[in-house]
DNA sequence: CATGACCGTGATACTAATACCGGTATAAGA
DNA sequence: TCTTATACCGGTATTAGTATCACGGTCATG
């Protein structure tokens, strides 16, 4: 194995990532949201369904930007201080 | 084409990342920060010398966290205010 | 009813991130 | 000298992010 594919623990930040995301986007449009900060409607998407747990930087930076939100904040609300509030 | 290759512009970014990153690491070895990051030192080594320009979220805030950066610094540093400063 | 504008999902295509391996070079220490 | 540790690079393998397309569903408006 190369690549080590994604943990469980990865996709459910991905999921806390995505909900909180989508809690910042409020009643904007996703296809609004999407080209206001240079990516597909349809990678949104996936971002904010946690389809893609771990996307690049950059694109959470500039979708940060757009909605007002703080990297920092958003880092944080990820961090998942027990692994044990999944099996919960 | 599919997914959009990485523009000269994302490259540049990837560049200044790097820069930061390899400026906050100091006098620390790569291996040890990669390793206290989470992320193998092949990785790191490739995010700081630009080979990885766009890297995923959670790595780059893994580094942060692990370099005392803040998140919001280093996205305002890759900024690239104006493209001009690219060719002069 | 028809049309359009959204949202949501799935399939597909292609590039990039990540990790492991081997090789090379340099510097410090036994 | 030999070993060790570090850094850098090339290649390789595998997974994942991103974009486009196609389809279906909902709701508002003509």
């Known amino acids: 194995m190369v690549r080590t594919p994604l943990t469980p623990l990865e996709r459910a930040r991905g999921l ?3 909900a909180l ?3 910042a986007r ?5 296809g609004h949201v999407a080209i206001a900060a240079g990516l597909s409607p349809e990678t949104l998407r996936k971002i904010e369904t946690g389809r893609a747990p ?9 979708l940060a930007l ?6 920092d904040e958003v880092a944080a609300v ?3 201080p027990d692994p044990d ?3 919960a």
Request: hydrophobic share 50%.
């Open 26 to 30: 409020g009643e904007r449009s996703i």
């Open 21 to 23: 995301l989508r809690g």
């Open 85 to 87: 509030a999944l099996s």
């Open 54 to 62: 771990t996307p690049a930087f950059f694109t959470i930076a500039a």
């Open 16 to 18: 806390q990532l995505g």
């Open 66 to 71: 757009e909605l007002g939100l703080s990297l």
């Open 78 to 80: 990820c961090a998942l």
